[in-house]
């Protein structure tokens, strides 16, 4: 898939509910989409994603984005969720943003309750 499909972020005022920190999250995020994730999207889709991109979410904090840090998370609130799926969203990976989004959205909510 061509890099050219990720809508650049752009430098914007945050509008509600974002706050400067979702900005720099977003950031993050999308650069790491395109470094990481696009350049295989069309092999990923026709296969499957490796088990390696998800080890390499975790280790830079995107599986626990809303965890609180007392469980070993990165304690934001239930938009950084919400950025790091529109990021992924328009990396066209739709299997790796599924997984994801369960993981985040689905799983971990009842586990914390």
């Not at 989004?101 to 009842?110: A, C, E, G, L």
Request: glycine fraction near 12%; aromatic fraction near 8%.
């Amino acid at each position: 898939m061509d890099a050219s499909v990720i809508r650049d972020s752009g430098a914007r005022t945050p509008l509600p509910p974002f706050t400067g920190e979702h900005d720099q999250l977003r950031e993050t995020i999308a650069r790491w989409v395109r470094t990481e994730v696009v350049p295989h999207v069309d092999e990923w889709e026709e296969t499957t994603f490796p088990d390696a991109i998800v080890r390499r979410m975790g280790e830079l904090g995107f599986l626990g984005l809303s965890v609180p840090e007392a469980y070993g998370g990165q304690g934001g609130d239930y938009f950084t969720n919400l950025v790091l799926a529109e990021e992924m969203g328009r990396s066209g990976c739709g299997g790796l943003l599924m997984g994801l989004s369960v993981h985040t959205d689905m799983v971990i909510p009842p586990l914390l309750e």
